[in-house]
T-cell receptor, first 115, second 113 residues
Framework: DAGITQSPRHKVTETGTPVTLRCHQT?????MYWYRQDPGHGLRLIHY???????DKGEVSDGYSVSRSKTEDFLLTLESATSSQTSVYFC??????????????FGPGTRLTVL | GNSVTQMEGPVTLSEEAFLTINCTYT??????LFWYVQYPGEGLQLLLK?????DKGSNKGFEATYRKETTSFHLEKGSVQVSDSAVYFC????????????FGSGTQLTVLP
């Protein structure tokens, strides 16, 4: 299994509070991604990173920001959480320079509930 | 834009039955196609993939063939087991260096003994 951990694994918070989710990898992969998973929608890309301090928006980026100060860590921040951000969040990594181009490896997920 | 349409679920089968989960896609260029599987309480795992037309991906008895003419990538297995119960996601990768994935909505499979 790819070395990807996410923290916390579960979190309950209140509307309006800031929340930061962490993704940590030990594979030294260049690309990292944040997805959210909601019933009926599959997984949707929030933000991704193609290197340290290099990030870009995905299809559902409103209300989220990201940072990547080290290769191994990719942080997702909800500046002011809303109930519509209740979801399961997955981090993924990939390394297009490896033999397995295109393949993404997923972390175990973080279940976030915003009350 | 790119999109993936998956067979609506849930799907319930008896052990040893034949499985087909339909997946069709819309994409520009020549995407790579994937099937991911998610077991209860876990993240997604790559099940199989195909990177060009007529390629067949296979793993653990599952197969899918990249059909450009019908823009499809249907997942099949000849004889399912209870342990195959999971959610299955079809996905495509967009062209470009970041290779972002576009997912279908997922199909819940339950296999009964």
């Amino acid at each position: 299994d790819a070395g990807i951990t996410q923290s916390p694994r579960h979190k309950v918070t209140e509307t309006g509070t800031p929340v930061t989710l962490r993704c940590h990898q030990t594979e030294n992969h260049r690309y990292m991604y944040w997805y959210r998973q909601d019933p009926g929608h599959g997984l949707r890309l929030i933000h991704y990173s193609y290197g340290v301090k290099d990030t870009d928006k995905g299809e559902v980026s409103d209300g989220y920001s990201v940072s990547r100060s080290k290769t191994e860590d990719f942080l997702l921040t909800l500046e002011s959480a809303t109930s519509s951000q209740t979801s399961v969040y997955f981090c993924a990594i990939s390394d297009p320079t490896s033999g397995s181009t295109d393949t993404q490896y997923f972390g175990p997920g973080t279940r976030l509930t915003v009350l | 834009g790119n999109s993936v349409t998956q067979m609506e679920g849930p799907v319930t089968l008896s052990e040893e039955a034949f499985l087909t989960i339909n997946c069709t896609y819309t994409a520009t260029g020549y995407p790579s196609l994937f099937w991911y599987v998610q077991y209860p309480g876990e993240g997604l795992q790559l099940l199989l993939k195909a990177t060009k037309a007529d390629d067949k991906g296979s793993n653990k008895g599952f197969e899918a063939t990249y059909r450009k003419e019908t823009t499809s990538f249907h997942l099949e297995k000849g004889s399912v087991q209870v342990s195959d119960s999971a959610v299955y996601f079809c996905a495509l990768s967009r062209s470009g260096s970041a290779r972002q994935l576009t997912f279908g909505s997922g199909t819940q499979l339950t296999v009964l003994p």
